[in-house]
């Protein structure tokens, strides 16, 4: 449902496009439907003059606790994968205006590796970074085995993506996953302000010097596509069938 996730034009001058998670129940679990809505939403926002930088938060206590379990069954059984999570990925990928977001609790999977393409993410101290990509017997996604190793090295991105230990916030900001801690009551005005001061800034320098500082987007597409395909090729192994049966058993 598309309110799970809701947009709105905020700052001075309406210049930021907020994109929120809004399904607590299930921590901000992702569906294809949240995804296509992300997906629009990032795609309208660059091409609108007006916007200057997005912005994406989850709810207290989870920003997302990853793609929604139901779908990944679905598609293990046998089901259509749909190009839902692609889309957004690639929009995210490409998007040309600075991205900002705010983490409180739980970010799990790609809870953790969206913010991978930030420009700035605050957390809280005790928010949860876990991708558990091998324990569901599938792989890294998101262009994270790409982006990963730049930014924390080798040993650090293994520990996340292949080991999936879990990160404190605290630990995320020294490993460099993220730019800054701050307490729960502080979060969200931090990650206000710092829009705010981007949406402030001439937008050609900083396009410019955000194109300079990032990786090349194109080759970040390319290791999508590629993680896409082996995730999609585990997606329907046996091994992630049991893994996922596990799972949802552990839960009942």
């Known amino acids: ?9 905020a700052g001075e001058t ?9 399904r607590p129940e299930k ?5 294809r439907d949240m995804y296509a809505v992300m997906a629009r939403a990032l795609v309208a926002g660059d091409a609108d003059d007006s916007v ?10 989870a920003f997302s606790s ?9 598609v293990a059984m046998g089901g259509a994968k749909g190009t839902e999570v692609f889309d957004f990925l690639i929009a995210l990928a490409t998007v040309k205006k600075p991205v900002v977001s705010g983490v409180d609790g739980l970010a799990i999977g790609i809870g953790t590796t969206i913010h991978m393409h930030c ?40 520990a996340l993506l292949a080991a ?12 460099g996953l993220i730019f800054k801690t701050a307490s729960a009551d502080e979060l969200e005005p931090m990650v206000f302000a710092a829009a705010e001061n981007l949406a402030q800034k001439p937008p050609k320098a900083l396009a410019i010097a955000r194109r300079l500082i990032k990786p090349d987007p194109e080759a970040v597409v390319a290791r999508i596509r590629e993680e896409g395909e082996l995730f999609a090729a585990q997606l329907k192994s046996a ?11 552990r839960k009942k």
């Open 164 to 175: 999936g230990i879990p990160f404190s916030g605290e630990e995320a900001e020294q490993a």
């Open 52 to 61: 200057r930088v997005h912005v994406m938060l989850g709810t207290p206590g």
């Open 14 to 22: 309406g210049a930021i496009n907020v994109i929120r998670f809004n």
């Open 239 to 249: 091994e992630a069938l049991t893994a996922f049966q596990t799972f949802m058993a």
């Open 66 to 74: 990853g793609n929604d379990m139901q779908d990944f069954m679905a």
């Open 27 to 31: 921590k901000n679990a992702i569906t």
């Open 1 to 9: 449902m598309s309110d799970h996730i809701l947009t709105q034009r």
């Open 119 to 158: 420009d700035l993410t605050f957390a809280t101290p005790d928010s949860r970074f876990h991708t558990p990509f091998v324990d569901l017997a599938l792989v890294p996604e998101a262009g994270s085995s790409l982006l990963a190793p730049a930014v924390m090295g080798h040993q650090k991105a293994f």
